[in-house]
T-cell receptor, first 111, second 115 residues
Framework: DAKTTQPPSMDCAEGRAANLPCNHS???????VYWYRQIHSQGPQYIIH???NNETNEMASLIITEDRKSSTLILPHATLRDTAVYYC????????????FGAGTTVTVRA | DVKVTQSSRYLVKRTGEKVFLECVQD?????MFWYRQDPGLGLRLIYF???????EKGDIPEGYSVSREKKERFSLILESASTNQTSMYLC??????????????FGEGSRLTVL
C-alpha cells in the first residue's frame, strides 16, 4: 500500500475554507485516495474518495493533482464541529475496507 | 441516517474473562467489520463479515472470534481477555457497494480495559 504524509496539525478560522494536504508519491494506478475524519471519542466518519478526478460532495471537495502524487481535502466553510483528526488513506478499491490510519492531521477550528 | 450501535462505551474486565462486544446496525447492510484502534498503531482490522454466518479474518484475528447469526448484529468475542487487548474497539458496516466506495459507517466505539 502507498504511504501517505500529512502535516500533524493545522488551525483554521470558523467560516473560512480549510485546505488539508496529503502526499502519496508512491500511489499505484489502481489505488484510490480516501479521506476519513474522527471527532474526539467518536468513531471515524467517511468523508470522500477519488481516483484521479476532482470530487465534491456535501461535506467536502477533493482535489487530486494530475500526477496523483498529492491531494487536498477542502472543507469550504469550516465550523467548530469540524474540529477533528483527518486521515488520508490510499487503498485499492477492492480493499477499501481495510482501513489503516496513520497519525492524520489534527484540525482545530477556532471561533 | 445510518446508525451503528455498540452495546457498551466503556468496559473493565479481568484477565481471563470472556468478553462480548455487540454491534447492531439498522440499515440492512451486508458487510460488518470489527477494528481496534491503538495510539501509534492506528486502526487495524480484526474480522469482517459479508453475510450472515460468514466471516473473514482481518489483519489481527489472533485472540478474537466473531459471530453473525443475524444480518443486523455482529459480535466480537474475546475468549480469554488479556491485558494486551486493552484498546478501543470500533464496529463498522457498509452496503455491498459501500465496500467498493470505502463508505463505512462506524459506531462510537467501545473502550475496553483488561486488568
Amino acid at each position: 500500500d502507498a504511504k501517505t504524509t500529512q502535516p500533524p496539525s493545522m488551525d483554521c478560522a470558523e467560516g473560512r475554507a480549510a485546505n488539508l494536504p496529503c502526499n502519496h508519491s508512491t500511489i499505484s494506478g489502481n489505488e484510490y485516495v480516501y479521506w476519513y475524519r474522527q471527532i474526539h471519542s467518536q468513531g471515524p466518519q467517511y468523508i470522500i474518495h477519488g481516483l484521479k478526478n476532482n470530487e465534491t460532495n456535501e461535506m467536502a471537495s477533493l482535489i487530486i493533482t494530475e500526477d496523483r502524487k498529492s491531494s487536498t481535502l477542502i472543507l469550504p466553510h469550516a465550523t467548530l464541529r469540524d474540529t477533528a483528526v483527518y486521515y488520508c488513506i490510499v487503498r485499492v478499491v477492492t480493499e477499501s475496507y481495510k482501513l489503516s490510519f496513520g497519525a492524520g492531521t489534527t484540525v482545530t477550528v477556532r471561533a | 441516517d445510518v446508525k451503528v450501535t455498540q452495546s457498551s462505551r466503556y468496559l473493565v474486565k479481568r484477565t481471563g474473562e470472556k468478553v462480548f462486544l455487540e454491534c447492531v446496525q439498522d440499515m440492512d447492510h451486508e458487510n460488518m467489520f470489527w477494528y481496534r484502534q491503538d495510539p501509534g498503531l492506528g486502526l487495524r482490522l480484526i474480522y469482517f463479515s459479508y453475510d450472515v454466518k460468514m466471516k473473514e479474518k482481518g489483519d489481527i484475528p489472533e485472540g478474537y472470534s466473531v459471530s453473525r447469526e443475524k444480518k443486523e448484529r455482529f459480535s466480537l468475542i474475546l475468549e480469554s481477555a488479556s491485558t494486551n487487548q486493552t484498546s478501543m474497539y470500533l464496529c463498522a458496516s457498509s452496503s455491498l457497494n459501500g465496500v467498493n466506495t470505502g463508505e463505512l459507517f462506524f459506531g462510537e466505539g467501545s473502550r475496553l480495559t483488561v486488568l
